[in-house]
Each structure stands twice: as structure tokens, then as C-alpha cells.
């Protein structure tokens, strides 16, 4: 049985039991001053190649973690690509030992592979422990030639084909997958596309018609092509509160979320197996992408001390007026906040990692 199968089967309780850990790093009195790192050097594992956005991402945040660990310790970025993160994840998880001198920093890309049952994976994210979880978004759009002005006028796309640019069927793209599906509109998916940049590149040229770009992305590529008139954004993905509900994202306020685009389509909330699918990839692949982890077993006193630093990592003036792009108007997740955002992120209802798994296999031949 593989590490998916036990996280997997067990849901909300087999996340519990790496709670246990999680909790085991609470902020306890003077537990956060019983480590010091001076003199060392720590490795920030990447799982995939550099200059990607995850790398960006832990370039970023190292010297800041750096700073706020005690001793101020050299934290140094090891990148291990390979098997889409998988190999360097599968790796750190069976390998890191607890002793605060190495941590992960995981994706979207390495989460989807888990909650879909990929036989590759060793890794649990029950065991993990997460310090860190970092929210981004996306904003969907298309031509102004198809005729529509937002996302109250979705409907009138059913009765067409659309054409999406895909990476793969089980990238981040099994979102929009799951959106569109939701939506009720009809989508071809051209895949083969090597990245998000190259599809909007496709849509400029009129070859797609819908697409979906990072808030980044969408920010500095996509807005001048709504001031001009030649798209019109539909929704946003949307952002997760405290409690798990959606919301929307605060880069893109005046847009609604997907789940108000549905409700605005249907005159309903979307709910069923299908939805339930849909929260799952949303929140691992956008809400709550890429978490900060620390080994399996690691002691309380070092969870504790990681948790302290990225508290006061993330409220240094410094990284807030350097995050720019890479962290945009996200709110990180640290403390308190980081268990429910987790949750969403490493788990999914058995029914729901049976669904798509059926969806993907029948629709666009993926084998498990």
C-alpha cells in the first residue's frame, strides 16, 4: 500500500495523526530559544530545476529564514529535480534526518501525485511537518471575440467548443479541468504545451480560446491585454480563509471566485463528488501550494523554533517590502494558521481520489 493509500483512506484522521507532530511543535515557553544553529549550514531541498517558481520562491524566503533561525545559521538551496519533484521529495522523505539541519519545500505538482495515488510516491504528508504554507492564485479569461463580458455570461459558452492549452492532464491544469467540467462548458484540451506562457501565446495567436494564467503572470502579461480590450477575465480561483472557505483573492478583489462564477451560472453553491475533487487540486494547487516541511520525527523543540523564525520571518518589514511578485498580496501562513491550509493541501475524501482518478482515465487515458 502505497504512502497515498494510508493518508488517503484514513482523510481528515490519518491527517490528525501527523498532527501529533505538528502540534508537536507548539510554541511552547522558552522552547523556541532551546536550539541554536550558529556556525551551520542548512539545506532548503527544491524538488524540481532552478529558476522555475518554486526555486524563485525558496531563493526568496532563505536568507530571510536565515536571519530569524537562532545563530542566524547559512540556509543554502539544494535543487534535486526529477520525476516531476518526485524523486527529490520521495528522497528527503526517506532520507532528511530530523536534526533541523535540512528541510523541503514542496509544490502544488509534488501534492497532486499524493492525493492522486501516484505509485511513485514513498512520501506521506502525514508525517512531514509544515513551518510554512504559501498561497498563490490564477485568473481564468478569454477573447473578447467570443462575444462575453464576465462571468455572468458563461452560460452563453456552453453551446461552443473552447480550446484549452494544457501541460498534462495531472498538472496544475487538472484545476481549470475539474472548473470547466463544473461549469458545464465543452473544452478541447490541446496538450503539450511547456508552460503557461506558451499557451497564453496561443491564445494571442487565436489557436485557444480560455485560459488561465498565475496571478503573476496574469498581472504583468494578461492586464494590458484586458486595457485594450482584447480579453476579459472570468474569475479568479479564489483564496481559502481560516476555516477552509473560500474566498476572494485579495490580488484580484473585484473579480469573483470560482465558486461565485458557479453560483452565478446555476443560481446555486456547487457541491457532489465532483466538487468535493474540484477543493481538493484547488486548494493543494493554488490556496495552499507550496508548504515549508521538516522531517518526519523531527523533536519539538526544533518544529518549535522553525515556526517562531517564520513567524517573525514573514513579518519583517524587509521581506514585505521585498516580496513583490514572488509573494504578492498572499498571506503566508505561519502559526496557528498553518494546520487548516495543510489539511486542505494533503488531503482528499476517498470518493472524490476515486472520481478523478475514473475521470482521468477514461477522459485522457492516464494510468495509474
Given amino acids: 500500500m502505497n504512502s497515498f493509500d494510508n493518508a488517503g483512506r484514513l482523510g481528515r484522521r490519518g491527517l490528525l495523526q501527523g498532527a501529533a507532530a505538528l502540534g508537536g511543535g507548539a510554541l511552547l515557553p522558552g522552547a523556541a530559544q532551546a536550539q541554536d544553529f550558529a556556525g551551520r549550514t542548512i539545506e532548503y531541498v527544491i524538488p524540481f530545476a532552478e529558476a522555475g517558481g518554486s526555486d524563485v520562491w525558496a531563493r526568496f524566503m532563505a536568507p530571510y529564514i536565515s536571519k530569524h533561525l537562532p545563530g542566524r545559521p547559512n540556509v543554502i538551496v539544494r535543487n534535486v529535480p526529477g520525476g516531476g519533484s518526485i524523486t527529490g521529495t520521495n528522497s528527503f522523505f526517506q532520507r532528511a534526518r530530523p536534526d533541523g539541519l535540512s528541510f523541503i519545500g514542496t509544490s502544488g505538482s509534488t501534492q497532486f501525485p499524493y492525493l492522486l495515488g ?3 510516491v514513498r512520501y506521506d504528508y502525514t508525517k512531514m511537518i509544515p513551518f510554512l504554507v504559501s498561497p498563490t492564485g490564477g485568473v481564468v ?6 462575444g462575453i463580458t464576465g462571468a455572468r455570461d458563461i452560460a452563453k459558452l456552453r453551446d461552443r467548443e473552447l480550446i484549452y492549452g494544457s501541460q498534462g492532464a495531472t498538472s496544475l491544469d487538472l484545476v481549470p479541468m475539474l472548473a470547466f467540467l463544473l461549469l458545464g462548458l465543452n473544452v478541447r484540451f490541446v496538450f503539450g504545451m511547456r508552460g503557461r506562457g ?9 489557436e485557444i480560446t480560455i485560459d488561465y494564467q498565475t496571478s503573476a503572470a496574469y498581472l504583468t502579461q494578461v492586464v494590458p491585454m484586458v486595457q485594450s480590450g482584447d480579453v476579459v477575465p472570468l474569475f479568479s480561483w479564489g483564496q481559502l480563509d481560516e476555516a477552509g472557505n473560500v474566498e ?12 461565485e462564477a458557479f453560483e452565478m451560472v446555476n443560481g446555486q453553491k456547487p457541491s457532489g463528488v465532483q466538487f468535493d475533487a474540484y477543493m481538493a487540486f484547488f486548494g493543494s494547487g ?17 518544529v518549535a523554533v522553525y515556526r517562531k523564525a517564520l513567524i517573525d520571518a514573514v513579518a519583517d518589514p524587509e521581506l514585505q517590502a521585498a516580496k513583490g511578485d514572488i509573494l504578492g498580496e498572499y498571506r503566508q501562513a505561519v502559526g496557528d494558521r498553518i494546520g487548516r491550509l495543510y489539511e486542505v493541501a494533503t488531503t482528499i475524501q476517498p470518493a472524490a481520489r476515486d472520481w478523478v482518478r475514473n475521470y482521468l482515465t477514461t477522459t485522457h487515458n492516464v494510468r495509474f
Avoid: C, W
Avoid at 198 to 206: I, Q, S, T
Fill in 118 to 120: 501516484d505509485p511513485r
Fill in 198 to 206: 506558451e499557451a497564453r501565446l496561443a491564445l494571442m495567436r487565436g
Fill in 248 to 259: 476572494r483573492d485579495p490580488t484580484f478583489p473585484d473579480l469573483p471566485h470560482f465558486v
Fill in 286 to 302: 493554488f490556496a495552499a501550494q507550496k508548504p515549508a516541511l521538516l522531517p518526519p520525527n523531527t523533536p519539538a523543540n526544533i
Fill in 141 to 146: 479569461y478569454v477573447p473578447k471575440s467570443l
